[in-house]
């Protein structure tokens, strides 16, 4: 147990209440496996009913990582790639795992985390024959490693720009929903469904145990997945502890209102951090902040707080990550604003 | 949920309610993230405890085809193939998996779903120019496919033979507790150590929600395994899920205790099968059945009870596959032996 | 330089004097690179010529393991599997490469080397479900490993059966020469382009210093390939080498009349071998024989000749392999007849 | 055949004549195939002389896509990359070739085309745990594709960086040839032995008609490398084709004197095209030129050269690569400065 406070992410503690009572309210229900039982079954009915995508697929992995490796690689032929942002998990956090799957990123600079037409257009006139990669699907994240969001218009402008370009467009949505609560957020989950190809809509960064609830839209991406997802090991034999979990979340409003807290949270520290004279690397948007500190704050701050030191930004200062979550307590962003 | 009841697999049900407790107890325990969690270094530590090796690297993942593509492609170079049985899991039910990661099965016939040194041999022979892959794995599961065992003889003849001959052995254990307890069985946890390089220990199929144990002997195999995992999406960011189930299950005797009831459940029945006249294809030794049946017998079992159909014997006769589990109750047993 | 004189192989020797005198006739023109030159594109149209398939693409590659790998791995999708005897080269004689693109090769026994539907259909059956791969092309050689080769009647009805099951046909004709111009066979060039999705016309082993020409009928198949090229190094940055010397082997009658003259030195080694009393493993149909002699037969053969054993029959009897080619001199055949 | 002189590549015509003279002499001796003919066993020894490294081992492989992706796969574990500058042939123009067999390319930026320890260092650090990739090959290229060159000194600072951070140093030669005879260089074939793991020397840039030849000084990068190089379909069943080649082009200093050709006819370009007034992208050292010219001279060079486009400078100038090779004839140049 830590004697610190956490704020390193958002998956220190366990699971929201109501799932761990869930799962054990039907513990003992015989059912299918891999992913066939009647939770699951349920679950994605919700997850169609609550973006407004009745014909969408739903599949349900273990973690971002798996999600990501399964999608890019069932979407794309072994000469095409998958254009990031060079912060990009995929690109930075995945030790090679979509390389592994034979493909390359090609990673773009960006200042807030965020791909645009403009930044994309001249990767697409380069690759202009055979001896180079296919760029052919676009990743995004929302919201984003710097905790910044793509809004409505954002996100129709890469959507035009993708079909104009035969390009894909997908979203992975490990924090959709700090992105959607956002209060600069226009971007409403039923507006998802006409913009990306696939998307996948985090659980573990929102409550969830473990597992993260991939969304196809387009046609063609749907055939086989299940066969994909099988290959990668990413069919679990008692899918229900994802049915189950994904079931709990999006009934009623339960997602987003994990999310609520997460951000609430969030703007408070921001806000007192701001107050006492600090600057943010990015803007604060949704559950992570960016804040840069001169060296003795951090010094401080270490000895009650456990957080990651995301870069240096001079000799006097650094820019560390705070991030919050579904289980943060307000007691201790007091603190944490006591001290700066 | 399943009208009729289901012999189908040993994972139609959730988890063990000690598991499920557990993960009630420590649920909002701050925890690092990825396995680096309390939970997991102490069923680490349990683990190596258990089967009597101290310097045991134990690493934790969702599933059982993760765990033999994880270990198999960390462990082989590009050209290096592994040997397997024809029904192995990894041959038939992972949808190409391992091919997927690059590396060739090399499929070989057995009576009994067991493999031994003269089946292997002339494998070793064949092999033998640059034009062929290198054999230099093999893979046995214990109990295997066919619910057959590896005894402590079967297993000092198979490692000795892969010493000699400069082969990795690899044990899928999925169904390893059923194997342990098997009235036949003399092999122990604590032997295990000296006769693999590498293993895992089944979680999912003994009680577990989900999640399984790799265990690595071979020094060389231990090797930045991490980053492997991490590679093939098998790190969670809530380790702790894996590491609060398997302490409960390596503490005490519990995770024997549920195999010798899922293994008492399954002698019961293949003795009531037996007295009523049947015979099976392979001699049952663990939880899983392989009785022959008619077909009128199979019709009527069907009104009832949910199993798999294994093969076609003759024009009258099937094959079928009866499993049972943790959390199978007696009553149904005397209700299907009832039956025939 | 050998003491002894070989029938090894059908690549003992260097390429044919027309070949090389095409490629000192026209080494100063300046071309294009990467197969955009003059001659691959006279060679290309020559071979639509032949094979009467105006529409069908052409790409040259440097040996057989690359056109297999990179035919294979650009028609399928990772899940997919090829189908092929477990003699077949890629199955065998290729380290792996299938694999290690990814796919998994489904090996079906057969007597004579050659697949059928009804050694087909079983395996179409098994695999029933997203555990398992999909087996969705069939790889064939013609000629075989083993020297025998498929009639027309024989392939009309195995590209019946793969229409009508949703399979890729794909012929690796490595010893296609041989086999049209073989004595039982009524397949012709023109034949094919109706009966096969993708094949490759052999050049190495019929009188090219090296060069496969792969020739796509089926569109979907055409999609792209260049990239897959480049991406497997296929793609030389001299491709007129490939054009130049398929240029001369197109022209006229050459590429067949090269592989007469190589079965007709096979045929009157059969007939010399049978008249001396011995049988061969396969019917000899093409250039590749596979007597059974006993050992002292072969002590004395080693004496003057080079040739690979191919197989035990029994504590007396060894089958060998014998390979004639385009550079054969008849005088060789009458020296190792007048031996046995 | 081109109307137009091509400054397009060193890879317009065929082969040096001497080296097709030689095809022709020994085309009729009967040899072993796929690389254990005497020509290759021969042309290794030469090469090991000329490089002053008589425990060399020396493959020959058919292009240099196929060199990378052989080279960069057989060293690396599934987790390991390769850190190369981002206009690194191996970045840009092999489509996705390296990351296809699992490994990413951390692209690094660059002025001149080269690596130097200070801009490698930085990736050391940031890559420091199983989340992120092990940076564990540096790849350069020398010549590089600007057509700069890396001196003695360049490369012992280079060795002694990957030696203290336990990185693989492999230099790409496709054009190593004209950086050997370059005037700024004090590099020599006997010095790199000492200095980098594994190369590969060009060949088909400087005369051959293809063929490149891999040279592995490190001990462990030699270890079954003939199965990596039949899985990837580089082992050509005449294999005499390179060996025949390079005892050629390794016999007396006919390799060097070819390049010094090639190097003197581009340092007359360069010559002229300065005393024109005219300045280059980067500093001219062998025969890659990167000047910078108005559109209107573009207009006119195009009418009667070809060439390739390399960037677009501002509205007004664009930069062109010029190539010269083994084949350039003088009075092109002569031509060509008269224009402009």
């Known amino acids: 147990m830590m004697k610190r406070y956490s704020f390193m992410d958002d998956y220190s503690e366990g699971a929201h209440p109501k799932i761990l009572k869930a799962l054990q309210d039907n513990n003992f229900q015989q059912q299918l496996g891999y992913g066939n039982d009647d939770f699951c079954l349920k679950a994605a009915n919700l997850i169609r009913q609550t973006i407004a995508a009745p014909g969408a697929d739903v599949h349900f992995v273990s973690g971002g990582t798996q999600a990501n490796l399964l999608v890019i690689s069932a979407s794309l032929r072994p000469y095409e790639a998958v254009i990031a942002v060079k912060t990009a998990h995929i690109a930075v956090h995945e030790t090679g795992a979509i390389e592994f799957t034979g493909h390359k990123i ?3 600079d960006t200042a807030d985390g965020k791909l645009t037409p403009d930044i994309i257009k001249p990767t697409l006139i380069e690759h202009c024959d055979e001896h180079m990669v296919v760029p052919k699907m676009v990743y995004i994240s929302n919201s984003t490693e710097m ?3 793509y809004t409505k218009k954002d996100l129709e402008e890469l959507h035009r720009f993708c079909l104009e370009n035969d390009l894909l467009l997908y979203m992975d949505g490990a924090r959709l929903a700090a992105s959607l609560v956002a209060r600069e957020q226009d971007l409403a989950f039923e507006d998802i469904k006409d913009l990306v190809d696939v998307l996948y809509i985090g659980g573990t960064k929102n409550g969830a145990l473990l597992g993260e609830a ?5 046609e063609k991406l749907k055939i086989k997945f299940r066969y994909s997802m099988k290959q990668k090991g990413a069919l679990l034999a008692k899918g229900r502890i994802f049915g189950i979990q994904f079931a709990e979340l999006f009934r009623g409003n339960m997602y987003l209102d994990i999310a609520s807290h997460t951000d ?7 806000e007192g951090i701001r107050n006492s004279g600090y ?3 990015a803007e604060p948007q949704t559950n992570i902040l960016l804040p840069i500190f001169p060296r003795n704050i951090i010094t401080k701050l270490k000895q009650k707080f456990l957080f990651h ?3 240096n930004i001079d000799s006097d200062n650094v820019c560390i990550r705070l991030v919050t979550s579904w289980a943060t307590e307000e007691k201790h962003i007091d603190n944490l604003i006591a001290i700066i």
């Not at 991939?214 to 387009?218: A, G, P, R």
């Open 309 to 311: 030191e995301w870069r």
């Open 147 to 149: 905790g910044t969001i």
């Open 279 to 281: 600057e943010f690397l």
């Open 106 to 108: 090609i990673e773009l």
């Open 264 to 270: 609430k949270m969030a703007g408070k520290l921001a």
């Open 214 to 218: 991939i969304v196809i839209f387009n």
